[in-house]
Each structure stands twice: as C-alpha cells, then as structure tokens.
C-alpha cells in the first residue's frame, strides 16, 4: 500500500467552478498535512497545511481532513484558468524516520 | 528574506565531469533538504540534514554527495553521473517536519 495515494487525474473543471482534490494516506500517526501546488517546469509552492480534524480555509482554498477516515481534501473555489497545475499532497510519516511524503499528484485545468 | 536560492539553474555534464550543486537560504530554518524529480513525478527525498548533521540518506548512490558547510548552505556534489540521473534536483528547509517546506527554483540537470 502506498504511504499518500491521490488520483493521477487529468482533472478537467469549468472555469468558476469547485475543483475538488483527494488524497488518503496511512500511516494513522500522521499530525500534518500540506498541499503543495506545481506549474509544469517550477518547484512546488506550499499552499496550505492542516493540522486538526475539519476545515481550514484561506482565500479561495479550502483543506479538509478526516484522521479518523485518513483522508485530507482540498478544494478550490471560484477556479481560475491559473489554478491549473499539478497539486501535490504531503503527509508528515514516522515509518523509520520521520519526513514528509508525497503523493503523485493530481493534473489540474481549468477550462475556460 | 523568504526564498530558498539555488544555483545553477540549468546544468549540463558528462559522465565524468565533477560538479556541485548550491543552495542558500537565510530564514533561520534548521533543516534542509535535497529532492530528486523525474518529469510527472513526485519530488523524491535524497538527503535530509538536521542541524547541519546529516539525519537521512535515503539510500542514495555514493556518486551524490551532500554536504552542509553552515546553517545557511547545502551542497550537492555530483561525479560520475549516469544519464538515468538526468532531472529537476531540488533544494528545500523548513522550520520543522510540521511546518511544510519552502523549495527553491531547482537544477535542472542533464548528464550527457
């Protein structure tokens, strides 16, 4: 079982309307979550990072996390033609050592 | 002063060139870490240094080197790459595991 599973995608929404971003993880001592977003080319840009169980919002981002279903959600409001990029999740892992681990990602893009 | 810099930006070698990669950051953060990325994939954890002491070496082959001179500085000495290790290699640190990481642009590395 992978440690952070997201869909590939390509996840394609209409312009204005909710992205909607999934990512489950396993390891059940996780304490933080972090979604980063990646332009074709760039390096990650941190965007948002959870630590308790419901919802954080800052602008047009909204973070969701469930510990107990081990689930962490994102979710776009308004989405703009920009937005479309790759989001990563990253989970804070204890197996062995203790580092932040990535999903592979979700193709996002906005359709205008 | 909020950025992670690398340098270069784009680096171009051969087999059995010798060359280093450098990463600067003055945020005060106490870890710092290398990344490797393949193209549509996620970032991959190399090395992870903790107070200027190598903490994390993710089994990385001996022909990368990392090396962490001050609190301010990470290197990353490459030598007798193969052209498999062609890729987006990306510096990053962070206050702490839980508080997300700030990457840099990245070196872009082509082995010939």
């Known amino acids: 079982q992978k440690e952070v599973e997201q869909n590939s995608g390509p996840l394609s929404v209409p312009e204005g309307a909710i992205a909607s971003l999934n990512c489950t993880y396993s390891?059940?001592?996780?304490?933080?979550f972090f979604w980063y977003r990646q332009y074709s080319g760039k390096s990650p840009e941190l965007i948002m990072s959870?630590?308790?169980?419901g919802d954080k919002e800052d602008g047009r981002f909204t973070a969701q996390l469930n510990k107990a279903s081990q689930y962490v959600s994102l979710l776009i409001r308004d989405s703009q033609p920009s937005d479309s990029a790759t989001y990563l999740c990253?989970?804070?892992?204890?197996?062995?050592?203790?580092?932040?681990?990535f999903g592979t990602g979700t193709r996002l893009t906005i359709i205008p | 002063d909020t950025e992670v810099t690398q340098t270069p930006k784009h680096l171009v070698m051969g087999m059995t060139n010798k060359k280093s990669l450098k990463c600067e950051q003055h945020?005060?953060?106490?870890?710092m870490y290398w990344y490797k990325q393949k193209a549509k994939k996620p970032p991959e954890l190399m090395f992870v240094?903790?107070?200027?002491?190598?903490?994390i070496n993710e089994s990385v082959p001996s022909r990368f080197s990392p090396e962490c001179p001050n609190s301010s500085l990470l290197n990353l000495h490459l030598h007798a790459l193969q052209p498999e290790d062609s890729a987006l290699y990306l510096c990053?640190?962070?206050?702490?595991?839980?508080?997300?990481?700030?990457f840099g642009s990245g070196t872009r590395l082509t082995v010939v």
């Open positions: 990053a640190s962070s206050r702490g595991q839980d508080y997300g990481y700030t």
């Open positions: 390891d059940r001592g996780s304490q933080s």
């Open positions: 959870i630590y308790s169980n």
């Open positions: 990253a989970v804070n892992t204890y197996f062995g050592n203790e580092k932040l681990t």
């Open positions: 945020m005060g953060h106490r870890a």
């Open positions: 240094y903790s107070y200027e002491k190598l903490s």
